[in-house]
């Protein structure tokens, strides 16, 4: 299955680590994705960064 194409106005990235279930496969149980905690606290790049 195709990944879907971010819409319009979403990060790029916090779409894909969303969507696409393989990229946090390699994480461990209880491992948090360094790129999602880095979004959660400083925001989105180009949208919401603080």
């Known amino acids: 299955m195709a990944p879907k194409p971010t819409p319009p106005g ?3 990235q916090c779409w ?3 969507y696409d279930k393989s990229i946090h496969r390699a994480l461990k149980p209880g491992e948090d994705c360094p790129p999602c905690l880095d979004h959660a606290y400083n925001g989105c790049p ?3 960064r603080k």
């Open 46 to 48: 180009g949208f919401n």
């Open 16 to 18: 894909a680590h969303a």
């Open 10 to 12: 979403q990060c790029p």
